[in-house]
């Protein structure tokens, strides 16, 4: 079965680091997502992507980059990691829809990764 | 711009009673919409999605919503809540960019 999946599931750095947020899809989707989740703030878009080399900033991109060599990964990363970025991240994937209209189809979501940054 | 306020950060209801959860949007272009439970610990899933073919839609689990496009809503509701049902809801709507509402915690209670 197809799949989205993120590793690793939990990370702890700390201030500073470089930390790398691993995504990979298995659905051949051309769509790739990433939010942060906050209590109080819900999801809000990070970074996303419409196919290979391809790449937006979304909502909260300040601080993190991302980069699309391939259709199946969209790997995150935090630059310098700050204690602001502690959260849990989501990535997400979604297909074209008809007449290749991006917007009807919806997201399949990641299990999310726990990062907390001391 | 696109957004979704949903009512109620909190809901509690009884076990068998009537779930109702409200989602409003608003958008610039006629919108799809979405909603999406999330149990803890877990990634979002999509209960049921509105893409136009039908106002009223039914989704897994039992849940249904129905678009009313002149009270830009899409409420949520599943007639007998079940303790299962417990997570965070959440509303999404899809026109320039796919938006997320705050979301709704449901309680169930025994």
């Known amino acids: 079965d197809a799949e989205i999946t993120q590793s690793p599931r939990h990370k702890i750095t700390e201030t500073g680091r470089q930390v790398t947020l691993a995504c990979h899809q298995t659905?051949?989707?051309?769509?790739m997502f990433w939010y942060r989740q906050d209590l109080g703030h819900g999801l809000r878009l990070i970074h996303y992507?419409?196919?290979?080399?391809?790449?937006n900033k979304g909502e909260v991109s300040d601080g993190y980059s991302v980069s699309r060599s391939n259709t199946e990964d969209l790997p995150l990363t935090l630059e310098s990691a700050a204690s602001s970025q502690t959260s849990v991240y989501f990535c997400?994937?979604?297909?074209?829809?008809?007449?290749?209209?991006?917007?009807?189809?919806?997201?399949?979501f990641g299990p999310g990764t726990r990062l907390t940054v001391l | 711009a696109q957004s979704v306020t949903q009512l109620g950060s909190h809901v509690s209801v009884s076990e068998g009673a009537l779930v109702l959860l409200r989602c409003n949007y608003s958008s610039s272009v006629p919108p799809y919409l979405f909603w999406y439970v999330q149990y803890p610990n877990q990634g979002l899933q999509l209960l049921l999605k509105?893409?136009?073919?039908?106002?009223l839609v039914k989704g897994i689990n039992g849940f249904e919503a129905e678009f009313k496009k002149s009270e830009t809503s899409f409420h949520l509701t599943k007639p007998s809540a079940h303790m299962s049902d417990a997570a965070e809801y959440f509303c999404?709507?899809?026109?320039?960019?796919?938006?997320f509402g705050p979301g709704t915690r449901l309680s169930v209670l025994p």
């Open positions: 992507s419409y196919g290979v080399q391809d790449t």
């Open positions: 997400a994937s979604s297909g074209l829809g008809l007449a290749g209209d991006v917007s009807y189809n919806e997201q399949f």
């Open positions: 509105y893409t136009s073919a039908a106002t």
């Open positions: 999404a709507v899809n026109g320039q960019n796919f938006v």
């Open positions: 659905w051949n989707h051309n769509n």
